[in-house]
């Protein structure tokens, strides 16, 4: 079943709260989210700022120990505006340097959808004119946390959050462990673009129209989220410091390939040791994220 749904209000935590809608284990839910700020498709803020998430979600037959899945069907940007910040994060250049970065003014940029492309109004900059490929993303996105929390968007988590990983676009299968009954699914920090680590703060942000197809998978226990497209899989670690990041993405990964893809501890080692890729999530917020890739051409036809 295909659900449309027109969101009234928003959550800037993630959390326990009320479903805005039960649906069934395979529907499709065909949604809109506003930009970090609170701004809608029209550009008018109709919320406070703080990445405003649409949902949750209730899925009817998910349980805690299970898994959710997020079809990643279409997320496509519904205006044309959109904005960034414009100078890396001080930690992410040496201490030293910190006193060398510009100024911060707003970068507005013009998004064309059709054309897949955006373009840079303002700040003027020796930049000039500088027209960039788009690729949409959601940058914060996820199920209920454990325990009963409610946790801020500015961060994330093992329930998904604040991750902003470029690799959640159309086309990317997501998988979350459930902590709550109806895992309570919640989208939302639509990006144009990003770059990996989002070290400006920001990526394009920009309201979105999303689709997703949701499943469950009973009885299936995972430990943090996990992704694949048609190229590879992913785990998803979210800590700080930068190194718990990298442990619990590689955990979840070297158990992801024994529970589900037949190595044993040995060959998952061996594997990961000579083909793994580590891809940058958040380098910005409270929590980092990093992410352990797998290219599927290199598993020898399993899965």
């Not at 109709?46 to 949750?56: A, L």
């Not at 006193?99 to 003027?124: G, M, N, S």
């Not at 996820?142 to 329930?159: D, F, L, M, N, W």
């Not at 998803?236 to 024994?258: F, I, N």
């Amino acid at each position: 079943m295909i659900h449309h749904f027109t969101p009234t209000h928003y959550h800037t935590a993630i959390g326990p709260y009320a479903p805005v809608l039960t649906v069934d284990d395979g529907d499709t839910i065909t949604t809109t989210t506003v930009d970090a700020r609170g701004f809608d498709h029209r550009r008018e803020q109709i919320t406070p700022r703080g990445n405003p998430q649409t949902g949750p979600f209730f899925v009817r037959g998910a349980e805690p120990g299970d898994t959710l899945v997020v079809q990643l069907d279409d997320i496509r940007p519904n205006r044309t505006y959109g904005w960034s910040g414009s100078s890396v994060a001080p930690n992410v250049v040496d201490p030293g340097y910190v006193k060398e970065l510009p100024e911060a003014p707003l970068t507005e940029w013009y998004v064309d959808v059709d054309a897949r492309t955006a373009q840079i109004v303002a700040p003027a900059s020796k930049l000039g004119e500088l027209t960039i490929p788009i690729e949409p993303m959601l940058g914060c996105f996820g199920v209920a946390p454990p325990r009963k929390q409610a946790i801020s968007t500015a961060t994330s988590g093992e329930y998904g959050g604040n991750m902003d990983y470029r690799g959640f676009v159309s086309g990317t299968t997501v998988y979350f462990p459930v902590f709550e009954p109806g895992a309570l699914l919640f989208v939302g920090d639509g990006h144009a673009a990003q770059g990996c680590g989002e070290i400006v703060g920001t990526g394009i942000e920009i309201s979105m129209d999303v689709t997703v197809t949701v499943r469950v998978l009973k009885g299936k226990t995972i430990g943090w989220p996990r992704g694949e497209n048609k190229d590879c899989i992913f785990t998803v670690g979210c800590a700080r410091p930068l190194d718990q990041c990298v442990q619990h993405a590689t955990t979840e990964m070297l158990k992801w390939l024994q529970t589900d893809y037949g190595l044993d501890a040995l060959g998952a080692s061996m594997l990961l040791g000579q083909c793994v890729r580590y891809d940058l999530g958040n380098i910005f917020d409270p929590a980092f994220a990093m992410v352990c890739r797998l290219e599927k051409k290199v598993m020898g036809g399993r899965g």
